[in-house]
């Protein structure tokens, strides 16, 4: 249980990270960007999960990049339901994606020596 709230406070803080990185990628606060991080943790392990399933053919023709597409989506998602959480657009969202994938690789890395 206190692995998940440290593994939800470093993604919170990810989301922060992002957003100073990325042009379009806002986060008012750190409670925007706490309730931002579980809303898209439930999207990418609900109606992600079922996404990356059915377009997994697709995601092997693209090398992986169609996931990007489908984290994308799930971000603009999880903006268009969070207060003080706001994406403009595909390109910040695919980018903030990208980096947030980076970023949660290197958490998971962090979380695993513990």
């Known amino acids: 249980m206190f692995r998940a709230l440290i593994h939800w406070l470093l ?7 992002v957003a100073n990185l990325i042009p379009g990628f806002i986060v008012n606060d750190l409670r925007s960007a706490l309730l931002a991080a579980l809303v898209i943790g439930v999207l990418n392990a609900t109606i992600g999960f079922f996404l990356k399933v059915i377009t997994f053919p697709f995601a092997i023709l693209t ?10 989506m799930m971000i603009l ?5 969070v207060p003080g959480f ?22 998971r890395a ?5």
């Open 11 to 17: 993604s919170a803080i990810a989301l922060m990270v």
């Open 63 to 72: 090398f992986g990049v169609f996931l990007l597409v489908i984290n994308a």
């Open 77 to 81: 998602l999880a903006a268009k339901i």
């Open 86 to 107: 706001i994406v403009y657009g595909w390109i910040p969202a695919f980018w903030g994606g990208v980096v947030l994938a980076i970023l949660g690789m290197l958490i």
């Open 110 to 114: 962090l979380m695993k020596d513990q």
